[in-house]
């Protein structure tokens, strides 16, 4: 058991030291080679650490690492008496809006009551069109029950609001319900694409392009699928946009190694909170046809847009706008019922669009996930309702307009008082949220603090991150979790928590943060 702790804190704490994905094998090997030792002498299982994919036992996800597992230790020890310096957890560390108190939006819930327990559709306190829309579904669902599976790329109906819902964020250019596959969460449509890329063993690896920072599902994936990730530095100077010099260098270097195959963009940003102008995206686009990469653009955050100089451009509209030979490159787009005024990620809801694909290879993906049967019914419920939403002159709509703008307007004010908060601050400085759901701060940690940090063999923004918790018992993650320039030192952390808790977060982040800077003068 001794040896079991011992790993998973070498493997928790793998991006942590030194400079992030990269030094993750060296770092952890000590540790491992103590584990393999007492595991070929004891152990008689037929899967052990030795014998375990070792795809599995690379993969890292930082969002929920070690820190949060110290930050769930604080909040039992508070719970039971344990005196500490601040009386609660304050947690900013993961995108879970309702899990931070969000409430969901009443006719989300309607709906899924209804399809859910039918009976309830006698119930006259349920306004008719949440009832007319439980209907339809349940109608379409075999033995008009949320019980039954479904076709594998999910409800047809469902597919078709979803195609008119793009048509109508687009501008009017259609989308083809036939090239939407409703997905257990983003992440499962994400998964699903990158899998149709990775080359046979034997060839060169799939290069996948990613942002650094990035959502390390990304990471995560690249490792469990075995191919190779190909990070481009966004460009934190301009509001972390994409920079063609920076990822033309990063393909050039990366084909010597790998293949290269396709683009992931992130917009809005997960951690960075940018959204991308449209001319960066056209740029993005024009790269990804010289370099002959498969798009894949992952807009779960297309809902939250706060910055009053940006909109929301989808890739699958610019390259269709842009025409010619770009309209007919292959794109794969994300979205999700997790993120936006919604926050629904407990449900697992969310699409893929996929555009100007190989016939045959759609027949493929279709074979492939047919093995998965079908998403969660009410996760593809959840996703109608953000596709389909109550309509003017509907009896819901007023109340789903009046919840919906009063968190993305909560969100927004709470954007702007985390970044004004946090520029205040001596050594610090943070982009403009513009979008999504996060703060992603770069601090100069003084040079005492990283020969500490180095010395511990801990990253400098980890041991950050841990003092803070310790100190102030505030849960955030630290940038290497993601990903940074090297020699750079940042933290994510969510806007999600109520305004006074925010507040909260900020005074004792203050405190913490100019205490740190005087310990290591
Ligand atoms: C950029 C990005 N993509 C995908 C996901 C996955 O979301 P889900 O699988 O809940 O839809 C997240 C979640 O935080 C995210 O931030
Ligand atoms: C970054 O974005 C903010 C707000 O969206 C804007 O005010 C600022 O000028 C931008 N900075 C650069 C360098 O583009
Ligand atoms: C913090 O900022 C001040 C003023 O810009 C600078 O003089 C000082 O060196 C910085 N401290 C560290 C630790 O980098």
Known sequence: M??????????????????????????????????????????????????LNPCIKDMEYSVRGPIV??????????????????????????????????KPMTFMRQVIALCTYPPLMNDPTFPADAKAKAKRILGACGGNSIGAYSESPGIEIIRQDVAAYIAKRDGGIPANP??????????????????????????????????????????????EYNMHQVGYFLDEDTNWSLDIGELKRAVD??????????????????????????????R?????????????????????????????????????????????????????TSKGYMGECG??????????????????????????????????????VVAAPPQPGDPSYELFMKEKTHVLDALKMKAQMTVEMLNSLPNMTCNTVQGAMYAFPQITVPE??????????????????????????????????????PGTYHFR??????PERLKEFLERLKVFHIGFLKRYE
Not at 254 to 277: D, F, H, M, S, Y
Not at 321 to 326: A, D, H, K, S
């Open 2 to 51: 001794q040896f079991g702790s011992l790993c998973t804190l070498g493997h928790g704490l793998g991006p942590w030291l030194g400079h992030g994905c990269r030094s993750r094998h060296s770092s952890i090997i000590s540790c491992m080679s103590v584990v393999r030792m007492t595991h070929r002498a004891m152990s008689s299982k037929v899967l052990n650490l030795d014998t």
């Open 347 to 384: 449900y697992r809801g969310g699409y893929c669009e996929f555009v100007n694909f190989d016939p045959q290879v759609v027949a493929m993906l279709q074979k492939s996930i047919s093995a998965k049967l079908c998403p969660s019914i009410s996760g593809q419920v959840a996703m109608d």
């Open 69 to 102: 597992i110290k930050a769930v230790g604080l909040e039992k020890e508070l719970k039971q008496g344990v005196k500490k310096p601040y009386p609660s957890v304050i947690r900013a560390n993961i995108g879970d809006c309702h899990a931070m108190g969000q």
């Open 178 to 223: 036939d090239q939407i596959m409703l997905s257990t969460g983003a992440s499962d449509g994400i998964k699903a694409i990158l899998k149709l890329l990775k080359q046979p063993d034997g060839a060169k690896k799939t290069g996948i392009m990613i942002p650094i920072p990035q959502y390390p599902l990304y990471s995560a994936t690249i490792v």
């Open 284 to 336: 993005t686009i024009k790269f990804a046809k010289e370099e002959k990469l498969l798009l894949m653009s992952d807009e779960v955050y297309q809902d939250n847009i706060y910055a009053p100089d940006r909109e929301f451009h989808s890739f699958k509209k610019v390259l269709t706008e842009m025409g010619g030979e770009y309209a007919n490159m292959e794109l794969a787009s994300f979205h999700s």
């Open 493 to 498: 952390m969510t806007i999600l928590p109520p």
């Open 448 to 485: 005492k603090a990283i020969k500490k940090a180095k010395s511990e063999g801990k990253a400098p923004d980890f041991m950050y991150a841990y003092e803070l918790l310790e100190e102030k018992g505030l849960c955030i993650v630290p940038g290497s979790g993601f990903g940074q320039r």
């Open 253 to 282: 270097a990366a084909r010597k190694v790998c293949e290269p195959r396709a683009l992931c963009v992130i917009n809005p940003g997960n951690p960075t909170g940018q959204v991308l102008t449209r001319e960066n995206i056209e």
